[in-house]
Every structure is written in structure tokens, then in C-alpha cells.
């Protein structure tokens, strides 16, 4: 028993309907990475959002309608001069999370600098319309950890230096709550203790990257994208699929010889699709096309018009290009549509 | 006076109104990657119509939809077995382009395989729905070429032996069109006789590749991306951008030190934008963020809440993304919209 709250990243599926199936396990709150992404779900009913993107004052007009639409929002600041100009234009309340930078080097206060925390805290207490609710660390440096382990000894060390800003601000707030969210980290960790609340997203669906970093296995990899087999080059042993940049992204891996690829191949059928096919893998792609270089005996045994299955390296990429789902049930799945 | 007809590639831009530009121009026919892009222009009035992928039978559906709206198209085939699957399931007419591969090693019959390009058009000019019209061959390797003299050359090369091709072919096909694509090669070829017909795309917009290249001046990268600052971070010399993998993509081009880089910034002002800023550049991205590395001078001179302008590495993929565009008049233009 973790004991921590669960605040499940959305931006990884985009999906108001399998949002649904969240609230269906009594999920209320959720995490977005983006205003864009906090409206959409607002629209459709959820009512306890935290934008784990640090604010940006110029789309006050959006914060400002979440806030009516009866949202209970949550933002993130990483400097003490943003507060006021967003006490100063916000309609109605917001709450606050003041992200932490524990080593990930990517945004954030750094956990050393006490005394700017303090001056961004002391900020929020003496704004009208802001509450200062806690800390929160996204600690991105476990997608690059070379082990389960180190994964492990990083959450390990994050947490303990969060523990530590905690302290030191304990006296003014007593009530402040630790947020941190990773797939890695939120999937292997088993020693939560001081941590209060989570909010990893890839884990939706997991992806190559968790797999090869060894978070998930193979068969919990829960989307895989058909791509139409359109050529074959038998000299050099290639198939083209049409899946490229602008259906994968262009998110790689290099494989045990240290040569990049865009995919794994599985072969699709009636309940889902096999385990990851040896000897054919996605090597290379531009706008359109895919290319697969694989060993002859496969390249024989696939045919121009045969459909093929694609493990993607990172899910959420590959989701926000695709914008939408089919289940294996057969049901169209939608995704949030680019509006501006 | 190069002679050669035009057939723009719309993939760049994906948008009905930029179409419009080029159709004030004269233009009468397009390229476009998929199938999913010539309906679009299709259902818009576009008469004349290039698919530059490899046919996939499997969307046979959509094919007769758009020959159905009176549209002249033109698909690519690149193996034999292909055609009489296509001239059995096509309802109306099409013409066909063979693709070759002139050593781009990405899709098309070599151009060494005579007997194999023969044999695709014997199979069309028996087919009952299908006329060939000639030989298609996008020659990429020019994008990876180290000055404006490579390009020149692998284009003369392509050119020669397609010429080759044409001349084995003449005898059963005197009328076949010679087409070549590719943004480098037609922007800077002097000399195109022997091709009939090119079908570059980038063009429209250019960007940082182009650029890179040789191809473009700096002041002819015709789009840029507006980017909101939303943090800074002094000790790292680094500003934090909305700005990030949905946005860009994530192709990238390595400057002279060999350091991967996203995006060079610029000033965005009343008239466009500024030339590209030294001591700047976008190095990271994750899901939203990009990370600039900045030298200490232009990192006191950029506040949090300031939008800065981004030219992209690859303006295909950076449209794609955002679907839509503002022009310095202020007026919004569309992009295809994904859907299925």
C-alpha cells in the first residue's frame, strides 16, 4: 500500500472517453500538460485539474474560463515574479503548485534555493486569489536511468531532497503536499513514504521506452499502430510500410548494436498482436514512409497490401500525431483535436 | 528558361488557401503524399492531382471517391503485381507513374531494373483502367548533400539515368513524361533538359534544412513558430519555452560544433521577424517544453511572458503539427485536419 493519491497524467492519451474509464475507477483529479488540454476535459466534466506546465500569464483569458467553467485548477510556478501578475488577472481562485528541479535540469527552482522558494511562497500567501498548496517534481531523469535500480535511487533522492525543501517550509505551511510524477519512477518505486501524491501519464498505454527501460513488460505495451505494407526492396532486404514522421513522430532507439530504429514490428490479429517479431524492425523515416529493414525469411513472408502492427517508441507522440484510437473491439476512440 | 512543368507538393503545406496562392499563379495540378490529402483537395476543387506514394490497394475506396469527384489522378506504382489488383478494383481511370530509385534507397524499382520496369508496363498497358504516363523519381539523397555543387551533381546523375530508363522504354511508350522531385534539386539546377516535369513541396516555406543547405538565404524561410517564454533558469544560462515534440516533431540538424540542435530563434516584430539570433538556440524538447541554451547577454535581455519567434528545422513536420497558420496581416489559415 502506496498510500499517495494518484493524480493520473492525461496528456499521454488525450482521450475524454478513456478519461472515462479513470472515473469509472473513482478517479476525480487529473494532470495536463497544457491550458489547451485543461479546457478540453473541463468541457467535459471534469472538475479537478492541475496544468503540470509552468504558467504562462499571456493565456489569462483561458485560465479564466477553466476557472468559470467551476474548475478547481491547479498551477505551476517556478519564479517568485509570476505571481503577481497572475493574482493580478486571474477571476476566481486557483491553486498552487511550485514545481521543483531536483537534478532533472528542466524546469523548476532548484531544490537548493531556499530562500527563492520562500520569496514564491511568501508571494502566494500574500496574494488575493492564489493558495499555495505545495511542492511538485517531474523527475524526467528516470527515462534515462540504466536500470530498475537506478530508477529507483533517483525517486529515492528526489523525494528525500523534497522532503528536505518540506521542512524548511513547514513552519509557514504546515499543510503542503508533495506531488512527483513519472512513469518510471511511479511503477517500480515501492517506498513512497513523505510523498503524498502522484501523477505519472505513460503508463496508460506504456510504450518501447518503458520497455526498454524494464517498467513494463512487452505484453502491457497497449497500443500498436497498423501500417499498410506499400513496397518491398528485396536487395536490401527493406519493406516499406506508409507510417512515417508524421504518424510516429520522430522518437527513437538504438538496439543492442547501437543502431537507431522508430518501431518494433508485431503481427496483428483477432485479440491484439503478437509478441515483437526478431528480425524486422523500423529503421528509418521521412513524412510518409517507413522503412523496415528485416531478414530475408520475414521479408518473404510479407506482402505488399498486408497490414503490420508497430510497437511505438513513445506513445504519447505517436497518440498526439494519430488522434484517435481503435479498440479491439472495434470502436473509434477520439483524441483532442489541434484548435487554436 | 528551365521548360519543365510544375506540380507543387502540398504536403508542406496542407492548406486549401495556400492553394489558392499557387492556383492565382496559373497552377492547374498538385502533388500531395497520401490519399487522405488528395480528397481534401479534391473536395476543394483541385482537378489534377499526383499521389506521390506507393498505391495501396487496401484504400481502394477512397481512390474511387476522389476519380468520382472528376478528378485526372495519378498514382505511383512500384511493383508489377500491383497493377492488375488496381485496374480490378478501380472504378474510372487513372494514370500511372513507375516509380524509380536512382540510389535515394528509400522506395521505387531501380533504375538498373529494366526488365522489372518493363514488365510493370507491359502489365499497364494491358490493364483496362489504367494509362502509364511516365516515371516518377523523388531523388532525397540531395537533402543529405554537403554543398549546392553536390546537389547539382546527384541531380545530374538521377536525371541521366532516368533519361536511360525513357530511352529503353521509347519504343512501346513514345509519349512518357520524365518527373523529378525534390526541393534542393529544383531550386538550384540550371539545367533541366530531359525532364519534363518537377514536383518540389518545400519550397513554399523553406526552412532550417533548406537553409543549412545552401538551398535557401535565411530571409526566405517563410515560416516561423511564436513561442512563449515561461521560464528561465540563470545558473544553466537556459530559457524554457512552450514550445516542444507537438509542436516542432523532433527532427533536428547539428550545428558546427557538432551539437544537436531544434530550432534557431529570431525577433518577432510589426514586419515579419528579425535575422536569426546569435548565442541562442533551441536544444532540447520534451512533450511541450524546449529548452534554449542562451549566452548570459540575450539571457538578461528575454523575461518570462515574452514570445520569442522559432525557425523550424523541418517545415513539413512543424505544419503538420500545428495545423493551422497566422499570416503578418493577421489573418488565420487552415491545414488539413487529421481524420479518419
Not at 220 to 237: D, G, H, L, S, W
Not at 303 to 327: F, Q, R, W
Request: proline share 3%; net charge negative.
Amino acid at each position: 500500500m502506496l498510500d499517495v493519491k494518484l493524480f493520473p497524467h492525461f496528456k499521454t492519451h488525450q482521450s475524454i472517453e478513456i478519461g472515462e474509464w479513470f472515473s469509472a475507477l473513482g478517479i476525480q483529479a487529473i494532470t495536463v500538460s497544457s491550458l489547451k488540454m485543461a479546457e478540453y476535459f473541463a468541457n467535459n466534466g471534469w472538475r479537478d485539474i492541475t496544468v503540470a506546465f509552468p504558467v504562462n500569464v499571456l493565456e489569462i483569458e483561458r485560465i479564466n474560463r477553466i476557472i468559470d467553467l467551476g474548475v478547481d485548477l491547479t498551477l505551476l510556478i517556478v519564479a517568485p515574479d509570476v505571481v503577481s501578475k497572475l493574482d493580478d488577472q486571474i477571476v476566481g481562485r486557483a491553486k498552487i503548485l511550485i514545481e521543483m528541479d531536483a537534478g532533472y535540469n528542466r524546469t523548476g527552482v532548484p531544490v537548493e534555493e531556499i530562500d527563492m522558494i520562500k520569496a514564491i511562497v511568501s508571494n502566494i500567501n500574500s496574494a488575493e486569489n492564489l493558495g499555495f498548496y505545495g511542492l511538485y517534481c517531474h523527475p524526467g531523469n528516470t527515462y534515462h536511468a540504466s536500470s530498475v535500480e537506478k530508477i529507483k535511487s533517483i525517486w529515492a533522492d528526489v523525494k528525500s531532497k523534497l522532503v528536505g525543501v518540506k521542512a524548511k517550509l513547514i513552519e509557514i505551511n504546515p499543510t503542503l503536499k508533495l506531488r512527483m510524477g513519472d512513469t518510471p519512477g511511479c511503477t517500480v518505486v515501492e517506498d513512497m513514504n513523505g510523498i503524498d501524491e502522484i501523477g505519472p501519464g505513460n503508463f496508460v498505454f506504456n510504450d518501447l521506452v518503458m520497455n526498454y527501460l524494464g517498467v513494463c513488460a512487452e505484453d502491457q505495451i497497449a497500443v500498436a499502430m497498423a501500417c499498410p505494407v506499400v513496397a518491398k526492396n528485396k536487395e536490401r532486404n527493406e519493406i516499406v510500410i506508409h507510417g512515417g514522421a508524421v504518424h510516429f513522430s520522430k522518437d527513437h532507439l538504438f538496439d543492442s548494436d547501437e543502431n537507431k530504429f522508430f518501431g518494433e514490428v508485431v503481427i496483428l490479429n483477432e485479440n491484439g498482436w503478437s509478441p515483437i517479431i526478431e528480425g524486422i524492425k523500423l529503421v528509418a523515416l521521412s513524412q510518409e514512409h517507413g522503412i523496415m529493414s528485416v531478414n530475408s525469411e520475414i521479408f518473404n513472408s510479407i506482402e505488399v497490401g498486408d497490414v503490420i502492427g508497430v510497437l511505438p517508441i513513445h506513445s504519447c507522440l505517436t497518440a498526439n500525431l494519430m488522434k484517435s484510437y481503435l479498440t479491439l473491439d472495434g470502436k473509434w476512440i477520439n483524441h483532442l483535436e489541434k484548435e487554436f
